[in-house]
């Protein structure tokens, strides 16, 4: 049974709006965990979206065929390496849930 996982993530707001100069940090550690995933057995997709009334605030959805592959995926020590290095950019630790389908 396929399952997925939120993570919400939340950009500091940072004084005069330089909170824009966080992507260029964030960005490619985020494309680094998806291409990690991408090659992680059991894992189907992934979106990333933007909170339209908190900009602040993202939403990531990934697809794994079964709570196995994620649960592995989640004790993957290079995803573990990638997501501290994006939870130390944002200076907040990213909330995992994860949902069946009954």
Do not use: H
Request: net charge neutral; aromatic share 12%; glycine share 6%.
């Amino acid at each position: 049974m396929s399952i997925r996982v939120l993570m919400f993530r939340k950009m500091p707001r940072l004084y005069g709006g330089m909170e824009a100069g966080l992507l260029p940090q964030i960005g490619p550690l985020l494309v680094e965990a998806r291409k990690l995933a991408f090659r992680q057995p059991g894992y189907i997709s992934g979106e990333t979206m933007r909170n339209v009334a908190d900009p602040y605030e993202f939403l990531v959805i990934s697809t794994w065929k079964s709570v196995d592959d994620w649960e592995r995926w989640f004790a993957n020590k290079e995803r573990e390496v990638v997501e501290n290095k994006i939870d130390a950019v944002l200076g907040a630790t990213t909330e995992y849930r994860v949902y069946s389908y009954d």
